[in-house]
T-cell receptor
Framework: DAGVIQSPRHEVTEMGQEVTLRCKPISGHDYLFWYRQTMMRGLELLIYFNNNVPIDDSGMPEDRFSAKMPNASFSTLKIQPSEPRDSAVYFC??????????????FGPGTRLTVL | AQSVTQLGSHVSVSEGALVLLRCNYS??????LFWYVQYPNQGLQLLLKYTSAATLVKGINGFEAEFKKSETSFHLTKPSANMSDAAEYFCAVSGRVWGKLIFGQGTTLQVKP
């Protein structure tokens, strides 16, 4: 399996622009997670989906952030409008709920976002 | 609520020395516990996991961790550090809601030659 795929790997944009981050989970996984990592705040869970349905979006910082999962193999995280404080590395992770499953998550390589 | 505390944001050891990274957790239900490693400019990679089988868990790259319920700890150890072990390490516990992991703040391991 190719693992979790994220694109782009790096994104540089100007304040006020719309940014869309993309994620393809591991095939067959039914949970998908979006995290943000910064030096100041560490690793933060933004939102997660189960079977394409958002379960918990309490970590989404503001209305400027939105996430969708239109199907089992694709998710997007959108920031509109972007601000310099959104600069961070955004990770996508996926997992599979099996009988006796323990919640192990598989992470993508991340998207490094810089908002100027 | 579940929580994880990693003691020490930075740990420095000499090459060949013992590595000990500390993790304490809080959980009102039997926990599942994880250690992840993050190398520079990469995503998190699972090192090892405790899922209520053996209390001593062996992972990749010579790491192991011991689950101690009485101490609510899950410390990560490696007998002899390699330069390639330099990375950030995260301890995590599974939350009440299946699938959600609660991560600690991370410990950066520096290995000196």
């Amino acid at each position: 399996d190719a693992g979790v795929i994220q694109s782009p790997r790096h994104e540089v944009t100007e304040m006020g622009q719309e940014v869309t981050l993309r994620c393809k989970p591991i095939s067959g996984h039914d949970y998908l997670f979006w995290y943000r990592q910064t030096m100041m705040r560490g690793l933060e869970l933004l939102i997660y989906f189960n079977n394409n349905v958002p379960i918990d979006d309490s970590g989404m910082p503001e209305d400027r952030f939105s996430a969708k999962m239109p199907n089992a193999s694709f998710s997007t995280l959108k920031i509109q409008p972007s601000e310099p404080r959104d600069s961070a590395v955004y990770f996508c992770a996926s997992s599979l709920e099996t009988s006796g499953g323990n919640g192990e998550q598989f992470f993508g390589p991340g998207t490094r976002l810089t908002v100027l | 609520a579940q929580s994880v505390t990693q003691l020490g944001s930075h740990v420095s050891v000499s090459e060949g020395a013992l590595v000990l990274l500390r993790c304490n957790y809080s959980s009102s239900v039997p926990p599942y516990l994880f250690w992840y490693v993050q190398y520079p400019n990469q995503g998190l990679q699972l090192l090892l996991k405790y899922t209520s089988a053996a209390t001593l868990v062996k992972g990749i790259n010579g790491f192991e961790a011991e689950f101690k319920k009485s101490e609510t700890s899950f410390h990560l150890t490696k007998p002899s550090a390699n330069m390639s072990d330099a990375a950030e390490y995260f301890c995590a516990v599974s939350g009440r809601v299946w699938g959600k992991l609660i991560f600690g703040q991370g410990t950066t391991l520096q290995v000196k030659p």
